[in-house]
């Protein structure tokens, strides 16, 4: 099967940037690319989707903010976050929808905003 694994997460002070990608253990071609996010205690909760077209969605609260990107068939999504705030505090999920493969989730890379 194939697995997802984010990265890029961390500590970063309210105003500044991470750029989260996501790896494939194997070659995949995502016809649907998203982010969602997860704080304890709350949903999970869509940050952004990519489709097949170029359209894209964003949350309300990122709108602005964050920009979603497709990148290659081993790292098919990447998630730029710029200006962040304390509630963007959560972890962070890739999901990749694929024709061959399904639906794909990674496990999660945390992002803490704090000063």
């Known amino acids: 099967q194939v697995q997802l694994v984010e990265s890029g997460g961390g500590l970063v002070q309210p105003g500044g940037s991470l750029r989260l990608s996501c790896q494939a253990s194997?070659?995949?071609?995502?016809?649907?690319l998203a982010w969602y996010r997860q704080a304890p205690g709350k949903t999970r909760d869509l940050v952004a989707l990519?489709?097949?077209?170029?359209?894209?969605k964003y949350g309300d609260s990122v709108q602005g903010r964050f920009v979603i990107s497709r990148g290659d068939s081993k790292i098919p999504v990447y998630l730029q976050m710029n200006n962040l705030k304390p509630e963007d505090t959560a972890v962070y999920y890739c999901?990749?929808?694929?024709?061959?493969?399904?639906?794909?989730w990674g496990q999660g890379t945390q992002v803490t905003v704090s000063p």
């Open positions: 999901n990749v929808i694929t024709l061959s493969s399904g639906t794909l």
């Open positions: 194997t070659t995949i071609s995502g016809i649907l």
């Open positions: 990519l489709d097949r077209t170029g359209g894209t």
